[in-house]
């Protein structure tokens, strides 16, 4: 609901559908960029790109940060 650097309170999501993203303007992404993920079935994962390992841990299948479909 809010960017947890910015708020330590903010409520962490594992997992939301493209709809509740653009319905509660969740600022995940740009709003065509999830409009077009949703027309081609593309999932989104969101997570922290500057932690040392997650970009491996994203790719290797482990469960980390936000699942958007």
Not at 16 to 32: A, C, F, G, H, K
Not at 55 to 62: A, C, D, L, T
């Amino acid at each position: 609901d809010q960017d947890p650097k910015l708020n330590p309170q903010a409520k962490r999501y594992d997992a939301l559908t493209y709809m509740e993203v653009l319905q509660n303007r969740l600022q995940v992404m740009d709003s065509t960029a999830i409009s077009l993920c949703m027309e081609n079935e593309i999932p989104i994962v969101v997570f922290d790109l500057f932690k040392k390992g997650n970009i491996k841990r994203v790719i290797s299948g482990e469960k980390i940060g936000t699942v958007v479909s």
